[in-house]
Structures are given as structure tokens and as C-alpha cells.
């Protein structure tokens, strides 16, 4: 049985009032027993972070990692600083990297290599755009993305987590139905079971306007093992209905 895990995505946002507000609310809202809980937040915050969440139950992630380990990068941030803030989790992928910053499926997989190398779990994210549903190459698009890592990363594949986050359902209040995520997550399953004798533990995460309204009908899906949560996670409320919701 896989443990739940629900993660926050704050993209561009906060400020060191306002995370203090809101990790203050978190803290205090969280179930005694619960699914495993993340917030990935902005790099300057990571400082901030980490002593907030000193000694509760929320793990810190951040939003992106290098995939390269020092030099010449001007503006990245390499795991071994991430290591230094305590980081657990790091999202490799998101579509918004991918879009705005051309980030290919090998970058993407030499990022999440880069981050399982020094023991952090890369959220690695992958999702269709609207055209390529329409064009009905959903299937085909995720697991192109998905075999790059795979490729990269060979049977260390059993430590990541994955993020199935349809394009077109982040941050549009259009989320995919349960059945849509279930059947991609399921294809998605199946291509790590083919790749890994211990595909069992790896969690597929759904992301894609998951709320407070929808989160346990999506969270009840047989592969859908938790959610990245980016608008509702700001709001404490919202999220800690979702962490209740994944049990
Ligand atoms: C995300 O950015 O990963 C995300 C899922 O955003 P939202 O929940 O706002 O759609």
C-alpha cells in the first residue's frame, strides 16, 4: 500500500510574511496521522522554510534543480545547496518550465538524475497540452516524457515520484474528470512496471486544478497515489482539506 503524499506547489509566489501565515496555519491544521505532506517553495525562501518546518510534519521541497552540479550557470540552483536547506522533494519538468524555458525530455531527465543522486526525490512532471489531447496523442506524449527519465535513470527510477499534470488543467479550474487522470495514470503505471521490479512504490501524483471540491473523488482513483497542489495550496483551508481528503 502506497502512503499518500500531497504536495504544494507555491510557484511565484509569497513573501516572508505570508509564508509565515500560511506554514503557521498548515502546522496547526495537520492531522495527527496523515499522508506525507510537501510544500515547494521559491529558492529564497528555502531558508525561511526550513525553519518553519523544523520539527513538524511537512517536508520541504523546492521548484526546480540544476542539472549540473556547480560552475558557469548563472541563475540555477544545484542539489547540493538544496541539500543544505534541507530539501526532500524537487520538481523536474513542470510544464511551465517546459514551455517557458524550452526545458527538454533530457534536461528534465538529467535533472531528476542530478537530484536522486543526492538523495532528494524529483516530482518529475509530465502532461499533454490541450492540442496534443485534441490531436489524441495524450498517451504517447507522457510516455515519451516519461521514457526519457526512465532511459536516464535506469532501475534508480523506483525512488522518484511522477506528476501526471495535463497542461491544459494547471491553473485553468478545468481539472481532468477521475476517469481521464485514472486511465493515464494507469498507463503510466504500467510503463514503470515494465521498467522497475519495484514500480510498486512509486507514487503517481495527479496536479491540474485540484481543489478542496475535488481532491477526494480524484484522490479515490486505484493509481492516483496524491496530488501537487499549486493555487490551492496557498490557501490553508484548501490545503488541509486536500491532506484530509488523501487520508
Ligand atoms: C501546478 O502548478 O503544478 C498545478 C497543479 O497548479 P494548479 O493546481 O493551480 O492547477
Known amino acids: 500500500m502506497r502512503k499518500k503524499l500531497i504536495a504544494g506547489n507555491w510557484k511565484m509566489n509569497g513573501s516572508l510574511a505570508a509564508n509565515q501565515a500560511l506554514v503557521e496555519a498548515l502546522v496547526a491544521g495537520m492531522p495527527v496521522q496523515c499522508c506525507d505532506v510537501a510544500v515547494c517553495a521559491p529558492a529564497p525562501y528555502l531558508s525561511q522554510l ?35 536547506f534541507g530539501v526532500r522533494y524537487a520538481i523536474v519538468g513542470h510544464s511551465e518550465r517546459r514551455q517557458y524555458h524550452g526545458e527538454s525530455d533530457v534536461v528534465v531527465a538529467a535533472k531528476a538524475q542530478r537530484a536522486l543522486a543526492a538523495g532528494i526525490t524529483p516530482i518529475v512532471c509530465v502532461g499533454e497540452t490541450l492540442a496534443e489531447r485534441e490531436a489524441g496523442k495524450t498517451e504517447e506524449v507522457v510516455k515519451r516524457q516519461l521514457a526519457a527519465v526512465i532511459h536516464t535513470n535506469g532501475h534508480c527510477i523506483s525512488e522518484i515520484v511522477v506528476a501526471y499534470e495535463p497542461v491544459w488543467a494547471i491553473g485553468t479550474g478545468k481539472t481532468a474528470s477521475p476517469e481521464q ?32 471540491a475535488n481532491a477526494a473523488q480524484l484522490l479515490a482513483q486505484a493509481d492516483i497515489d496524491g496530488g501537487l497542489i499549486g493555487g490551492a495550496s496557498l490557501k490553508a483551508p484548501d490545503f488541509l482539506t486536500i491532506i484530509a481528503a488523501a487520508g
Open 50 to 84: 526550513q525553519t518553519l518546518l523544523r520539527n513538524s510534519p511537512i517536508a520541504l521541497g523546492a521548484q526546480d534543480v540544476s542539472a549540473h552540479d556547480s560552475g558557469a550557470f548563472t541563475g540555477e540552483v544545484s542539489v547540493a545547496m538544496l541539500k543544505e
Open 181 to 212: 487522470a485514472q486511465h493515464v495514470h494507469a498507463v503510466l503505471r504500467a510503463q514503470l512496471k515494465a521498467a522497475s521490479t519495484h514500480s510498486d512504490r512509486i507514487l503517481i501524483l495527479y496536479g491540474g486544478s485540484m481543489n478542496a
